[in-house]
């Protein structure tokens, strides 16, 4: 479904089990800071709702989306965390740069969950617009930070 017809802060609270003892990594992409800090927030303010403590809370700043695949492998290999949640905003431009970086940075999140057997969760956003990022980044549709925290929380309740 379309972010335009569903608030990404809305959830089901089935699958959630207690995640005081969870190690949550989350990689930060520093371009778009106005719209990868308020994810931020919305992803810590839903881990620390559902129990995560902020010290079991880790946060890597990557400098753009397409470099938050290595910084996800390089904390999804660690043993102590339980899962990575990578937070990132590309916005469509007059050229194809934006296929290749967000085709890139999907399937390498995938790969690097596959590999390490964890949750490694894709919070970029993809919009045509800095107006529609921040409607999802706790705008009108709510912030695709809460739905990231509640992907990663549910994964690790599966």
Request: hydrophobic share 35%; net charge negative; with cysteine.
């Amino acid at each position: 479904m379309a972010s335009n017809q569903k608030n990404l802060s809305e959830h089901s609270d089935k699958n959630i089990q207690d995640m005081s003892t969870k190690q949550i990594a989350v990689i930060v992409s520093e371009w778009n800071e106005e719209v990868t800090e308020s994810l931020y927030q919305g992803t810590i303010d839903t881990l620390v709702q559902y129990g995560v403590s902020k010290d079991n809370i880790v946060r890597k700043n990557v400098p753009g989306s397409f470099e938050l695949t290595l910084g996800a492998q390089w904390m999804a290999k660690q043993e102590g965390i339980d899962a990575v949640i990578c937070l990132g905003c590309v916005i469509q431009g007059e050229t194809r740069h934006f296929d290749f970086i967000c085709e890139a940075v999907a399937n390498g999140i995938t790969n690097v969950s596959l590999k390490y057997d964890k949750p490694v969760v894709f919070g970029v956003l993809t919009p045509n617009t800095q107006k529609q990022a921040l409607d999802r980044a706790g705008g009108k549709y709510g912030n695709k930070g809460d739905e990231a925290a509640i992907t990663a929380i549910k994964m690790l309740g599966f």
